[in-house]
């Protein structure tokens, strides 16, 4: 297992388009950061690319990267070496290199201009968000036979959890105006990881907002240890169970 | 006719010097001839003077009727035992200074405080330590009195069983200043109090208001501190009510606002920090009142704006790190906004006059939706409320078209 992984590791850092993300990110995250007054806009356009940027980089590279490493799987294969080891030592090169490029393209830059426990947030956010959308690509990548449908499914995934999704519970919101509907929102959240790692963030960001009423009820829950513990228990689901669905999946997998 | 002028002469010095040969100063304490204040002041005269030596003087109510200058030495402790008014002044000019005065009764019905001025002019009360009073400082009917340097705690628990710490009524020409107070139901109380000024006190962590105003015309509050009270600042029903260089400070909550403006003309207000508040100024029915280099950061919104105002002038105002710097529930906008520093604006400066080229609409949409529907809050900052910001922003519909800064600031103002 040893030796694949570390394979896959070095194949993936030699990538140049991982390369050119880490340098993008280390462009972004520098020039933000330097050309705003206050350093709270900076990590407005932090948040941004880490909701936006950064899933969509890791689902399409993760996805991409299976399909074009699927001779070389089938080499494995044909080894005496278990499924499981191979699903395993993929997924772990792919969210430490990919954690890695984040790490040191943003999480530096952000916990060097704001050494505080919001900065810390985001890193957390940025890498849970690295480790749930491989996974998610892992599972998209394994589902389907062919490449283009397999690209084309995790860019709806996507697009279903950074915009639809959004779309869907502001739509909610405004139906069920009149209804008490705050606890149920938070279950809600816990349905989209972006949306989650959004909330944990803006409970850090715009602490003074969120002492009104309403944002009262999402403070009592995401401000409070507790709610932190099990929010972050949620993340840790979202890696967690699509990385089990596509390794069982491969498993059984006629290749 | 020199005889007249010499007499006229002796005359004037005689009148003059009467006072002063009856001056006495009076020592109270366990050592001395009086032992307790209550048979002091009976013995002295108008214009004399009491020292207190320290002990623990349980004298139930005592009753100031004469113009004395009754002063501590060492902090000497009044105890009301928590049944009495500890000092009650019915006389003017009197003096009270240097004072640990403690556990006043509490009744509602008659508003029971650690010191209250019934009807009096020139009063001071100075250097005074209140603790666990109902009421802590109380002046009806009060002129020219002054309130310095004391310091009121309370350890309040709810409304109904805490008085205010400085509560003026009916009063004119006050002068309050260097106080700290805390732990009251309102830090400073007034109520039709006129041409009065309070200065450099400090409130914080008050059950309700760290200051309170009510129809109370002509006031001045210069550089005083209001931190994390239960409901920052209301000023109600008043007019030309002037605020110079107050700190507004983490006063959170859904009802708790840096300052509550309600029914206010003809003020100004200028130089005031406020940070971290939920709402720094909530406005309603406010009309030509002047606001001028106030700073505003990290606050949850910086100014909440009812339709109800008008004729503001709201100009060369910092807007910093705050999630909406201002927001409003109608259409209809009288007010002018024209040459504020907001760090939202992302316009441009091409003829370097440090003045935006375009104008800047401080009122985004998402804070409108969020007026309608409070729980829409949990989808600040995503995609999608950016989306729909950027697209009002360009073709404004439910923002109100009129709310803009003109001439919007490229550099923050330098305070």
């Known amino acids: 297992m040893n030796k694949i992984y570390k394979h896959v590791i070095a194949d993936i850092i030699r990538n140049r388009i991982v390369i050119f993300y880490t340098l993008i990110l280390l462009l972004a995250s520098l020039s933000v950061f330097s050309l705003e007054d206050t350093s709270s806009k900076g990590l407005l356009s932090m948040l941004n690319i880490i909701l936006m940027i950064v899933p969509l980089v890791c689902l399409i590279f993760s996805t991409i990267y299976m399909y074009n490493s699927s001779e070389f799987i089938e080499l494995l294969l044909s080894q005496p070496l278990k499924r499981n080891t191979i699903w395993w030592s993929l997924f772990i090169g792919l969210i430490t290199s990919l954690g890695l490029a984040f790490f040191v393209g943003a999480g530096l830059v952000i916990l060097i201009f704001e050494p505080s426990f919001l900065g810390l947030m985001l890193d957390i956010c940025g890498l849970l968000l690295t480790f749930i959308f491989t996974a998610i690509a892992l599972l998209a990548a394994v589902l389907t036979k062919d490449k283009a449908k397999g690209i084309g499914l995790s860019i709806i995934l ?91 999946y491969f498993k059984k997998k006629d290749l | ?88 002044i019915k006389a ?14 509490i009744s509602s019905l008659k508003d029971l405080a650690g010191i209250k001025v019934y009807d009096s002019q020139y009063v001071q009360i100075i250097n005074n330590l209140i603790t666990h009073s109902f009421f802590g400082v109380y002046i009806q009917y009060g002129k020219h009195c002054t309130i310095k340097n004391n310091r009121i705690i309370a350890y309040g628990k709810e409304e109904q069983q805490s008085g205010n710490g400085i509560h003026c009524w009916n009063s004119s020409n006050l002068q309050i200043q260097n106080n700290v107070i805390t732990g009251h139901r309102d830090g400073i109380y007034f109520e039709f109090v006129t041409h009065s000024i309070i200065k450099n006190n400090r409130s914080f962590r008050n059950l309700r208001y760290g200051l309170h105003f009510m129809f109370s015309n002509n006031d001045t ?65 406010v009309s030509r009142v002047k606001m001028n280099r106030n700073t505003f950061s990290n606050n949850g919104w910086g100014l909440k704006i009812q339709a109800s105002c008008q004729d503001m002038t709201i100009h060369h105002n910092n807007f910093m790190n705050n999630t909406f710097d201002v927001s409003t529930n109608g259409t209809l906008v009288l007010n002018n906004f024209d040459g504020n520093y907001w760090d939202k604006y992302d316009g441009y400066d091409l003829n370097r006059d440090h003045i935006g080229d375009i104008p800047f609409r401080p ?18 900052r995503s995609f999608i409320s950016a989306l729909m910001d950027k697209t009002e922003k360009l073709i404004p519909s439910l923002t109100p078209e009129q709310l803009k800064d003109q001439f919007p600031l490229i550099k923050p103002v330098k305070l």
């Open chain 1, 158 to 248: 996507w697009l279903f959890y950074a915009i639809i999704f959004d779309g869907i519970v502001l739509f909610m919101l405004f139906q069920w105006a009149d209804y008490p509907i705050e606890k149920f929102m938070i279950v809600i959240s816990m349905l989209n990881p972006i949306d989650l790692a959004r909330i944990l963030i803006l409970m850090q960001m715009d602490v003074s907002a969120l002492m009104g009423y309403t944002g009262a009820i999402f403070k009592d829950f995401f401000g409070t240890t507790g709610g932190i513990l099990i929010s972050f228990g949620t993340l840790m689901l979202w890696v967690i169970i699509p990385f089990a669905c596509s390794l069982r």
């Open chain 2, 92 to 105: 003017s000019q009197v003096t009270i200074q240097g004072f640990h005065i403690r556990n006043s009764g």
């Open chain 2, 221 to 285: 509050y210069i550089s005083n501190v209001f931190t994390n009270n239960g409901a920052g600042v209301a000023v109600m029903f008043s007019n030309h009510v002037n605020m110079f260089y107050n700190t507004f400070h983490q006063n959170w909550g859904d009802a708790s606002y840096g300052i509550l403006l309600k029914e206010i003309s003809d003020g100004i207000i200028q130089g005031n920090r406020f940070e971290k508040n939920t709402t720094g100024i909530y406005l309603e029915g």
């Open chain 2, 1 to 88: 006719m020199i005889a007249l002028k010499t007499y006229l002469i002796l005359f004037i010095l005689f009148a003059l010097s009467v006072p002063y040969t009856q001056a006495n100063t009076w020592y109270v304490g366990k050592n001395e001839r009086f032992k307790s204040l209550a048979s002091a002041i009976q013995q002295a005269q108008a214009g004399d003077r009491i020292l207190v030596k320290p002990g623990i003087y349980h004298e139930h109510n005592l009753i100031i009727d004469k113009a004395l200058t009754i002063q501590g030495i060492g902090l000497p402790i009044l105890d009301g035992e928590g049944k009495y008014e500890v000092l009650s």
């Open chain 2, 363 to 380: 009122v985004s949409l998402f804070s409108i939706i969020l007026e309608k529907n409070p729980t829409t809050l949990i989808m600040f």
